[in-house]
């Protein structure tokens, strides 16, 4: 499923097929990510917003729903992967 995981509409459209017990997932990786130059000083603003909403926010509001949905069905896995810059 192609998402643009910095969009509102994007990210419910995700959580709707995670909700959808026809197609039940398994296993949710969350390795979305992107480099963030420049400061928050400044016009970067919204690419500091755009990164926390993919690389934080996405995270939590999938992760939710995947593990309601795994723990109902006593089976499934999330895998949290980071950069070596979260070091």
Known sequence: ????LSSTVDVEHLIQIIQ?????VDVLVNNAGFALHGSLVGKTQPIQNS???VMAQTIMNLSGPAAEKM???SY???INVASTSAW
Do not use: H, L, W
Request: proline share 6%.
């Open 1 to 4: 499923v192609a998402a643009d």
């Open 20 to 24: 959808d017990d026809s197609r039940p």
């Open 51 to 53: 990164g926390f909403a």
């Open 71 to 73: 723990r109902s069905r």
């Open 76 to 78: 499934g896995q999330i």
